[in-house]
């Protein structure tokens, strides 16, 4: 079965940082786009980052640039996210997701494949 399993996820308080990994089992993720999504409670699903296949291009929300670095390293099967300066607005869900289109499209019914998620939380 097809799955992508994030970790890394918790509590955190305001100002620190947090690395969110996401791994394939099963298959390869080196031929999709590979996105990080959140959602927190009450609202919808919203774009966070995307990378392209090689790693070589990366798209970011405007209220994460700067702060958030999506990579993958395809040897290991594993797409990551390093979130810096996490404010209580970041907290929610994150989940990743597959994207066999290239470049990487942003929105959430388009992926091919999802994770279950992981939670976090951002304390003030």
């Known amino acids: 079965q097809v799955q992508l399993v994030e970790s890394g996820g918790g509590l955190v308080q305001a100002g620190g940082s947090l690395r969110l990994s996401c791994t394939a089992s099963?298959?390869?993720?080196?031929?999709?786009?590979m996105t990080w999504f959140r959602q927190a409670p009450g609202k919808e699903r919203e774009f966070v980052a995307a990378?392209?296949?090689?790693?070589?291009?990366?798209y970011y929300a405007a209220s994460v640039k700067g702060r958030f670095t999506i990579s993958r390293d395809n040897a290991k099967n594993t797409l990551y996210l390093q979130m810096n300066s996490l404010k209580p607005d970041d907290s929610a869900r994150y989940y990743c997701?597959?994207?066999?289109?290239?470049?990487?499209?942003?929105?959430?019914?388009?992926?091919?494949?999802w994770g279950q998620g992981t939670q976090v939380t951002v304390s003030s």
């Open positions: 997701a597959a994207d066999r289109r290239t470049p990487p499209t942003y929105d959430p019914a388009l992926m091919n494949v």
């Open positions: 990378i392209d296949r090689s790693g070589s291009v990366t």
């Open positions: 099963s298959w390869i993720i080196s031929t999709y786009c």
